[in-house]
């Protein structure tokens, strides 16, 4: 198998490269699809280059060990390099489930770049997988260890959630089947539901007594409170539903239907489930600062039309 774990005392020069050639990452890559992953065994990946390829120890070295680390995030980061950027943050570990789907593959980017926590603050990433996405997962790995984030300190990957939300402070739980053409998110409870049950007992158990907790997979809003219910030892105030898609639905259909650019659209609020039973809120919104009733006349468009196609838009 083409993992080797660094000792403690090994490391490199920053002019050593810990990668493979591509030819063996192909080959690696599908001896990895193939290779079954038993569920309960750890399956953290320590590091992409094999032990024959480990060179001398190089210059830096804290004495610090780093497990489950993935490719060149197993070497420590010279922390006197912190002297010269002393404005940088204490590094924050971020786990995210799903992290070899759609939206990852979008975000982990935007993460490791600081679009999301800011240009000085350094994280880890602790990214979970499923047994089936774990070849991809690994292709992750590749991808962001190939972009070299100066922000980037660690990344780790796995499929056991008792392994990855060890230590974090925020969890974005993005992992879960997305709906199929024509079905409605509650459908996805019961296949969802019981990701989310383990998920919170897991971050119950292993993560920051203060962890944050953002719940992406649908139907969102319940399996945050399915998380919240498994992990009573973390606030309730830490978990969050991502429901900011129908906030944004909304702003474009008023915004549409009274001929503005959305930015002109304020104050809109909804109600409720990330489902068909969401009330979005016409009666509070505005547009450019004066309630919507008054500037779109149309009532039965509000009231029917607007509130149905909020509700339902993209249920193909
Ligand atoms: N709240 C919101 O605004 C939105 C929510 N979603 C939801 O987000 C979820 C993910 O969407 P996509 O990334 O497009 O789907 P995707 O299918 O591309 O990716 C999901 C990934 O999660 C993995 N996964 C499944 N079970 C897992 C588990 N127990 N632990 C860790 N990983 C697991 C899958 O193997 C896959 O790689 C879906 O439930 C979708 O409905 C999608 C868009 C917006
Ligand atoms: O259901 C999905 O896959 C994504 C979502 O939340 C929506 O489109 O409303």
Not at 40 to 63: E, F, L, M, Y
Not at 89 to 94: A, L, Q, R
Not at 148 to 156: D, G, M, T, Y
Not at 176 to 182: E, I, T, V
Request: with cysteine; hydrophobic share 40%; glycine share 6%.
């Amino acid at each position: 198998m083409a993992v080797a774990e660094l000792s403690p005392a090994t490391s490199f020069t920053s002019s050593q490269s810990s990668y493979v050639a591509p030819s063996a990452r192909l080959s690696y890559h599908r001896r990895l699809s193939f290779q079954h992953v038993p569920r309960t065994v750890s399956t953290g990946i320590r590091c992409s280059v094999t032990s024959d390829k480990i060179q001398a120890p190089g210059v830096i070295n804290d004495g610090k060990t780093k497990q489950d680390c993935y490719g060149v995030f197993c070497l420590t980061y010279d922390l006197k390099a912190e002297e010269k950027t002393k404005s940088w943050k204490k590094m924050i570990n971020v786990a995210v489930s799903g992290a070899a789907g759609m939206i990852s593959n979008h975000l982990l980017f935007k993460l490791a770049s600081g679009e999301v926590f800011g240009p000085d603050q350094p994280i880890a990433l602790k990214l979970l997988g499923s047994e089936r996405s774990f070849g991809a997962l690994e292709g992750v790995a590749m991808e962001l260890e190939d972009s070299l984030f100066p922000l980037l300190r660690e990344v780790s990957i796995g499929i056991d959630p008792y392994e990855v939300f060890e230590n974090a402070e925020w969890a974005l739980l993005i992992g879960a089947k997305p709906r199929g053409p024509g079905m409605e998110r509650a459908a996805l409870l019961d296949i969802n539901g019981q990701i989310f049950v383990e998920q919170g007992k897991a971050l119950n158990a292993v993560a920051s007594r203060n962890v944050k907790v953002m719940v992406v997979g649908n139907p969102c809003n319940t399996n945050a409170l399915i998380c919240m219910k498994n992990a009573p030892n973390i606030p309730a105030k830490n978990f969050h539903a991502l429901t900011r898609l129908d906030e944004n639905r909304a702003k474009c259909q008023l915004a549409l239907k009274a001929g503005v650019f959305y930015d002109k659209v304020s104050n809109v609020t909804i109600w409720g489930n990330h489902s068909t039973t969401q009330v979005p809120d016409f009666l509070n919104a505005k547009i450019h600062g004066i309630p919507v009733p008054e500037v779109i006349r149309d009532r039965k468009w509000l009231e029917e039309e607007f509130t149905q196609v909020v509700q339902t838009v993209s249920v193909i």
